[in-house]
């Protein structure tokens, strides 16, 4: 990755040239009279002047235009990472290193020393938190961009920030800013969620998806395969949206995943051979997650049970796509299949000092999913009768737009290395999860009583309070 200062560079002179480009063939016009080469230069040179001076104040302006790594976000400054601080000029340092490696630190014997990518997220800043609360040390990272309310990302770095988790405010792609974390702390191992999430969404924005989920990933394991000694195992979100058009069901790890329905599936299984590449050459120990529609308090306010939730509340109308169904899986058991990645990994073989490997390492593939296929019309009156609010519906046939009709994850290699088994139904989850989504935006909504009791109690994060509500109609589509 070329530094801030070449990056701008090259921005500038792109857009230098474009100006000089447009200038000279005005300039080539017969009506240019020989007199008036004088003032063009002096415009030429004004024009760069100005351009100069642009590119100096506005480089986000002009990074959003040129550069792919930083196309899904709105830039930011990436040496102004320490959130909690945010004076501090640059990273790297000592003050920097010292508050990395405090949050780096297990603080339990044999502990794990996790760096979380994506920690703002919703699987990431439930993730670090139980690894937190076992003892192990976690340093997250997330770019905090705004494919969705990104105050809700800042309310989960509060919390985590509270447990004694650096989040810091930072980008995959900056190859500099990993080398620095890896310099600074011997991670054991990378939990990488960071992603551009959402399977439609894929169709607006198409760059941004390999913006995060390509270039982004080859940019982590870069940094673990070459600035990492000892190498760190890596486990990685993947998604149940590679199975794409395959129609045995359930879906297992064996079946083809070559036939993806949208560009953000075909970004996971790009991210899928990738991890091969790096597991055959360097020796990364590496595991991919095949996430099937994680949801639950703290969850994203993109996807379909948390944005019905506020359109019932809020009286407006939902969009039904015929026959949907899906094998809705509830967040802690998700969390509880990473922790369980990750304590099985096994270890990287690669050197970064000498580049070799001293032999084959672990490279997996896991369904994490609930096994039990909904409704998406049973999932809509879940919320209706825990919000005593009918919906206004609209259905209509799933249009193409990169949606699959169903999904339903076969779990048992997961089952059988790690003990992965699911126990949350639907019902217990979305009753969590309302409860969540009614405290956090201070509704004045009584939740419906269980028929019969649900066995499990709320996620750690779930039960948090937040002071000041966000309004509903602020979080992103
Ligand atoms: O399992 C996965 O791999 C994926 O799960 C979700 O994707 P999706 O299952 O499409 O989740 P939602 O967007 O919440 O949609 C859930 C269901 O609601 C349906 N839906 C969605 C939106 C809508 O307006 N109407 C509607 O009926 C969809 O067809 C789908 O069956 C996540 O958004 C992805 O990031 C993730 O990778």
Same mark, same amino acid.
């Given at each position: 990755?070329?530094?801030?200062?070449?990056?701008?560079?090259?921005?500038?002179?792109?857009?230098?040239? /474009?100006?000089?480009?447009?200038?000279?063939?005005?300039?080539?016009?017969?009506?240019?009279?020989?007199?008036?080469?004088?003032?063009?230069?002096?415009?030429?040179?004004?024009?760069?002047?100005?351009?100069?001076?642009?590119?100096?104040?506005?480089?986000?302006?002009?990074?959003?235009?040129?550069?792919?790594?930083?196309?899904? *976000?709105?830039?930011?400054?990436?040496? @102004?990472?320490?959130?909690?601080?945010?004076?501090?000029?640059?990273?790297? /340092?000592?003050?920097?290193?010292?508050?990395?490696?405090?949050?780096?630190?297990?603080?339990?014997? %044999?502990?794990?020393?996790?760096?979380?990518?994506?920690?703002?997220?919703?699987?990431?800043?439930?993730?670090?938190?139980?690894? &937190?609360?076992?003892?192990?040390?976690?340093? /997250?990272?997330?770019?905090?961009?705004? =494919?969705?309310?990104?105050?809700?990302?800042?309310?989960?770095?509060?919390?985590?920030?509270?447990?004694? *988790?650096?989040?810091?405010? $930072?980008?995959?792609?900056?190859?500099?800013?990993?080398?620095?974390?890896?310099?600074?702390?011997?991670?054991?191992? #990378?939990?990488?969620?960071?992603?551009?999430? /959402?399977?439609?969404?894929? !169709?607006?924005?198409?760059?941004?998806?390999?913006?995060?989920?390509?270039?982004?990933? *080859?940019?982590?394991?870069?940094?673990?395969? &070459?600035?990492? +000694?000892?190498?760190?195992?890596?486990?990685?979100?993947?998604?149940?949206?590679?199975?794409?058009?395959?129609?045995?069901?359930?879906?297992?790890? +064996?079946?083809?995943?070559?036939?993806?329905?949208?560009?953000?599936?075909?970004?996971?299984?790009?991210?899928?051979?990738?991890?091969?590449?790096?597991?055959?050459?360097? %020796?990364?120990?590496?595991?991919?997650?095949?996430?099937?529609?994680?949801?639950?308090?703290?969850?994203?306010?993109? !996807?379909?049970?948390? @944005?019905?939730?506020?359109?019932?509340?809020?009286?407006?109308?939902?969009?039904?796509?015929?026959?949907?169904?899906?094998?809705?899986? =509830?967040?802690?058991?998700?969390?509880?299949?990473? #922790? %369980?990645?990750?304590?099985?990994?096994?270890?990287?073989?690669?050197?970064?000092?000498?580049?070799?490997?001293? %032999?084959? $390492?672990?490279?997996?593939?896991?369904?994490?999913?609930?096994?039990?296929?909904?409704? #998406?019309?049973?999932?809509?009156?879940?919320?209706?009768?825990?919000?005593?609010?009918?919906?206004?519906?609209?259905?209509?046939?799933?249009?193409?737009?990169? +949606? *699959?009709?169903?999904?339903?994850?076969?779990?048992?290699?997961?089952?059988?290395?790690?003990?992965?088994?699911?126990?949350? @139904?639907?019902?217990?989850?979305?009753?969590?999860? #309302?409860?969540?989504?009614?405290?956090?935006?201070?509704?004045?909504?009584?939740?419906?009583?269980?028929?019969?009791?649900?066995?499990?109690?709320?996620?750690?994060? @779930?039960?948090?309070?937040?002071?000041?509500?966000?309004?509903?109609?602020?979080?992103?589509?």
């Amino acid at each position: 990755m070329p530094s801030d200062a070449a990056a701008k560079g090259v921005k500038l002179e792109r857009y230098a040239s /474009g100006s000089a480009l447009l200038l000279r063939r005005v300039a080539s016009g017969k009506f240019v009279s020989a007199s008036s080469h004088l003032l063009f230069r002096a415009t030429v040179l004004a024009t760069l002047a100005l351009v100069f001076l642009f590119a100096l104040h506005y480089p986000s302006l002009l990074s959003r235009s040129f550069s792919l790594a930083s196309s899904s *976000v709105p830039s930011r400054s990436h040496r @102004s990472l320490l959130a909690s601080s945010s004076a501090a000029p640059t990273y790297g /340092g000592e003050r920097w290193q010292k508050e990395i490696r405090r949050s780096a630190k297990p603080r339990r014997d %044999g502990g794990l020393s996790v760096l979380v990518t994506g920690a703002g997220g919703f699987v990431g800043a439930h993730c670090s938190l139980a690894l &937190k609360a076992r003892g192990d040390g976690v340093v /997250g990272l997330d770019n905090f961009n705004s =494919y969705y309310d990104p105050a809700l990302k800042r309310g989960r770095q509060a919390l985590l920030a509270d447990r004694g *988790v650096v989040v810091l405010d $930072a980008d995959i792609n900056d190859a500099l800013l990993l080398e620095r974390l890896f310099e600074a702390v011997p991670f054991t191992h #990378v939990l990488h969620l960071a992603a551009q999430a /959402g399977v439609r969404y894929a !169709m607006e924005a198409p760059q941004t998806y390999v913006a995060s989920n390509v270039a982004g990933l *080859v940019s982590v394991f870069e940094a673990a395969a &070459k600035h990492a +000694d000892p190498q760190p195992a890596i486990v990685w979100a993947s998604s149940s949206s590679v199975y794409g058009l395959n129609t045995d069901a359930p879906f297992s790890e +064996d079946h083809r995943t070559d036939r993806p329905a949208s560009l953000y599936a075909a970004t996971k299984k790009a991210g899928e051979a990738i991890a091969h590449a790096y597991n055959h050459i360097y %020796g990364l120990s590496i595991t991919g997650l095949r996430f099937f529609t994680v949801y639950g308090p703290w969850g994203r306010p993109d !996807m379909a049970y948390f @944005s019905f939730a506020r359109s019932i509340v809020a009286g407006e109308p939902i969009t039904l796509y015929a026959d949907a169904r899906r094998d809705f899986t =509830y967040i802690d058991d998700v969390v509880k299949g990473c #922790v %369980g990645a990750l304590d099985t990994a096994g270890r990287s073989t690669g050197s970064a000092r000498s580049g070799k490997k001293s %032999g084959p $390492a672990p490279l997996r593939v896991y369904n994490l999913g609930n096994t039990s296929p909904v409704a #998406v019309t049973r999932m809509v009156a879940i919320l209706e009768k825990l919000l005593g609010k009918k919906a206004n519906k609209r259905v209509i046939a799933m249009p193409s737009n990169g +949606d *699959v009709p169903f999904t339903h994850a076969n779990v048992s290699h997961a089952a059988h290395d790690f003990g992965y088994r699911p126990t949350t @139904s639907l019902d217990a989850g979305l009753r969590h999860f #309302v409860d969540w989504f009614v405290h956090y935006y201070n509704l004045d909504i009584k939740i419906a009583k269980p028929a019969t009791s649900t066995s499990k109690k709320p996620a750690a994060a @779930s039960t948090k309070k937040k002071g000041s509500a966000t309004s509903s109609s602020a979080a992103s589509s």
